[in-house]
Each structure stands twice: as structure tokens, then as C-alpha cells.
């Protein structure tokens, strides 16, 4: 039965999110955002279209992105990653698991990869080195 509610509700906030996208009800959008858990923001996120995905996502608050995207499918993620600017993503990542940032990076073009790096505090840029020697190892660029 619970499933059943959460299923409803998560329908009707999808519902409540998209009619306000549509309306250009942007801090709207945000507060409601706001008010959901990362893992509820997930799912709305793998239940928009691609396009309203990347709004909804820019409306995130960014100290939640992490988790959030820790939660997400690899296909959903790797689409949001791919469209985040290094620095961003840099911060993002920070203060996640190890292995949970060399898999948010994995999908990355090698230059944009070494560009995140850069962009890293030098524990995390280590950390991340450590947890994938090999790629490490690849010039920027490649």
C-alpha cells in the first residue's frame, strides 16, 4: 500500500513539477525541489524528458547534486555529467566516496577528465589519482 502512495505522490509531483516548468514557475520549481529528499529528485529526474531533465537539474540545490546523483541510473547520469562544466563538477564530487567519484568521471572525455582534476583541492585530486591509477596515467587529451 505504501508503494502505491509513494507512487501517487511522486506521479503528482512530477505532475505539480512539469505544469510549473511549463508556466515558467522557476522558483516555484526550486522550493519544490527544495522540499524533496535526493533520492525523490532522482526519480523525478529519470521521469522527465531530457531537455526538462537538465532545467530540473539546474535548479538542484548544488550541495545535494552529490547524492543525487549517486542515486541516479548510469544512462541518466552520465548524460547530466557530460553537460556540467569541470568546476562544477569538481564540487559536486566533493566530500563523496572515492569510488563513487571515479564512477561519476568514468564516462568522461579524457581532456574534460584532467580538467575535473584540476579543478579538484589536492586530497580529493589524490584520492581520486589513487582509486584510478591507470587512468592517471593517460595525457590530457587523449
Not at 548524460?79 to 564512477?103: C, W
Request: proline share 6%; no cysteine.
Amino acid at each position: 500500500m505504501a508503494d502505491v502512495i509513494d507512487q501517487d505522490q511522486t506521479h503528482q509531483t512530477l505532475q505539480e513539477v512539469n505544469q510549473a516548468l511549463e508556466n515558467g514557475m522557476f522558483v516555484h520549481v526550486r522550493r519544490l525541489l527544495q522540499d524533496m529528499e535526493p533520492e525523490d529528485i532522482a526519480h523525478l529526474l529519470e521521469a522527465s524528458p531530457p531537455k526538462e531533465r537538465q532545467v530540473l537539474w539546474q535548479l538542484t540545490d548544488p550541495e545535494e547534486q552529490g547524492e543525487i546523483l549517486d542515486e541516479l541510473s548510469e544512462d541518466v547520469k552520465d548524460g547530466i555529467v557530460a553537460q556540467m562544466a569541470p568546476d562544477k563538477l569538481a564540487a559536486v564530487t566533493e566530500g563523496m566516496e572515492t569510488d563513487d567519484v571515479a564512477y561519476v568521471l568514468r564516462s568522461l572525455p579524457d581532456s574534460k577528465y584532467q580538467e575535473v582534476l584540476a579543478q579538484m583541492d589536492a586530497t580529493d585530486r589524490h584520492r581520486v589519482e589513487k582509486a584510478w591509477p591507470i587512468r592517471k596515467k593517460l595525457p590530457a587529451g587523449s
